[in-house]
T-cell receptor, first 110, second 114 residues
Framework: QKEVEQNSGPLSVPEGAIASLNCTYS??????FFWYRQYSGKSPELIMF????GDKEDGRFTAQLNKASQYVSLLIRDSQPSDSATYLC??????????FGDGTTLTVKP | GAGVSQSPSNKVTEKGKDVELRCDPI?????LYWYRQSLGQGLEFLIY????????KSGLPSDRFSAERTGGSVSTLTIQRTQQEDSAVYLC????????????FGNGTRLTVT
């Protein structure tokens, strides 16, 4: 079992729709959770981070964390073609390494 | 510098040769990470540094891989006797000390072993 699991996709949504990206993790001691966006041929860039159970909203993005279910998600509202990218979930246990999932590829169709 | 700087951006080498990849983190970032990303794959953890020490080097694939960090700043990843399966993008990232702060990535070094 991988430490961090994501659906590989591809996930395709029409422009203006809500895109829902999911991530599960195996280490119950995980403390901080990150979503990175990676455009093709580019490096990952931070989208959102969340530490506490519940929802955290930033513009069109909402991160949701449920530690009991070991589940973190990212919702993208009013999806735009420019949101088309691979989204990487990363999990930290402590001050050590960030463990990444394999990413979900999102395509937003005009 | 303003961001994480990696060099070279591209490296083509012959099988069996040694290569050195360099990473210059954001000034003041105490933690430095090396990841590897093969085409179409996720990020594979290699090693991380806190200051000049490496508390976790569990991701280094073999003893051909080594890394060091000096002065709490620049890090070098060395791959000896390169193999074709070493071909990938090597990403360096840094963060401020706390584990709950995000990673800032460099642009990566694309390594091709022929």
């Amino acid at each position: 079992q991988k430490e961090v699991e994501q659906n590989s996709g591809p996930l395709s949504v029409p422009e203006g729709a809500i895109a829902s990206l999911n991530c599960t993790y195996s280490d119950r001691g995980s403390q901080s959770f990150f979503w990175y966006r990676q455009y093709s041929g580019k490096s990952p860039e931070l989208i959102m981070f969340i530490y506490s159970n519940g929802d955290k909203e930033d513009g069109r993005f909402t991160a949701q964390l449920n530690k009991a279910s070991q589940y973190v998600s990212l919702l993208i509202r009013d999806s735009q073609p420019s949101d088309s990218a691979t989204y990487l979930c990363a999990v930290n246990r402590d001050a050590g390494k960030s463990t990444f999932g394999d990413g979900t590829t999102l395509t937003v169709k005009p | 510098g303003a961001g994480v700087s990696q060099s070279p951006s591209n490296k083509v080498t012959e099988k069996g040769k040694d290569v050195e990849l360099r990473c210059d983190p954001i000034s003041g970032h105490t933690a430095l990470y090396w990841y590897r990303q093969s085409l179409g794959q996720g990020l594979e953890f290699l090693i991380y540094f806190q200051g000049n020490s490496a508390p976790d080097k569990s991701g280094l694939p073999s003893d051909r891989f080594s890394a060091e960090r000096t002065g709490g700043s620049v890090s070098t990843l060395t791959i000896q006797r390169t193999q074709q399966e070493d071909s990938a993008v090597y990403l360096c990232a840094s963060r401020q000390g706390a584990g709950n702060s995000p990673l800032h990535f460099g642009n990566g070094t694309r390594l091709t072993v022929t």
